[in-house]
């Protein structure tokens, strides 16, 4: 009994856990490039009273056991990098990958991050930068005096300028892809790093074997499917429910136990 409240302990602790990365989904249904996160859980140690294969007879063998569970954990919390819809926007700084592949940003420090987001903006030295003022890497500087920015498929950026009939190339957006997205380290503000389980970075050219491509005048939406995650969410509620239920009929069992000696 007392085995039993520690393991329904161990279920009512992962279920708050699994609420949590939910609430996270759920509060950025609308965030620009945001990808969901999952919760994914393992049962614990086992106790084993008789093992599997024990002698029964001098002929004979336990054929099952006796294996009792200690409860779950919680083992890893990962990133889906799911493709989301693509919004329409009608700006000429908004740029969506469809398909695999970020882009590079430069923080203040000088370090590289990635991003899914491609709501950029011109800073006040016409340089493409996020909303929180990171340069887009490598920089791409737009002419003050350009009629209209063009950002093809490859991630080309050409200006249409007065007097020139003919586009001027501007820059290259650059993509970067990794050996396994999952093993990025979430910084916030929409920003991945590089770690040693991601792998180290492929750059390339969008639209090119193994990239996505990139679509002027779009935004990539959140990832996160509001039903679903209210369905896990009932889920996981229910689960809690029957987990601190599982302690209280412990507790009753073991209270029983106790007063048999009165």
Do not use: C, H, W
């Amino acid at each position: 009994m007392i085995r039993a409240l520690y393991a329904a302990a161990t279920g009512m602790k992962a279920q708050e856990t699994n609420i949590d990365v939910i609430s996270k989904n759920l509060a950025n249904v609308n965030t620009t490039g945001f990808k969901k996160s999952r919760a994914d859980f393992q049962d614990l140690m086992y106790q084993y009273v008789t093992e599997p294969g024990a002698p029964t007879s001098q002929t004979t063998i336990n054929p099952t056991g006796i294996q009792v569970g200690l409860g779950v954990k919680t083992a890893a919390v990962q990133k889906m990098f799911t493709q989301g819809d693509l919004s329409s926007t009608g700006n000429q700084f908004d740029v969506a990958i469809e398909g695999d592949g970020f882009f590079q940003i430069t923080r203040p420090d000088g370090t590289l991050a990635y991003t899914r987001n491609g709501s950029f903006r011109l800073d006040q030295n016409g340089q493409m930068v996020t909303a929180d003022g990171f340069l887009l890497a490598p920089g791409i500087t737009i002419p003050p005096d350009s009629l209209g920015v063009t950002v093809g498929q490859d991630g080309t950026v050409s200006v249409k300028q007065p007097g020139n009939a003919v586009p001027a190339n501007v820059g290259q957006v650059i993509a970067v892809r990794f050996p396994n997205n999952g093993g990025l380290r979430a910084t916030g503000q929409g920003l991945y790093e590089e770690t040693q389980a991601s792998g180290a970075p492929v750059t390339g050219i969008f639209s090119q074997v193994g990239f996505g491509r990139l679509n002027q005048g779009f935004l990539e939406s959140s990832n996160v499917s509001v039903v679903e995650q209210v369905v896990n969410m009932i889920t996981a509620q229910r689960a809690y429910e029957a987990s601190s239920k599982g302690i209280t009929t412990a507790d009753e069992m073991l209270n029983s136990a106790i007063s048999l000696k009165r």
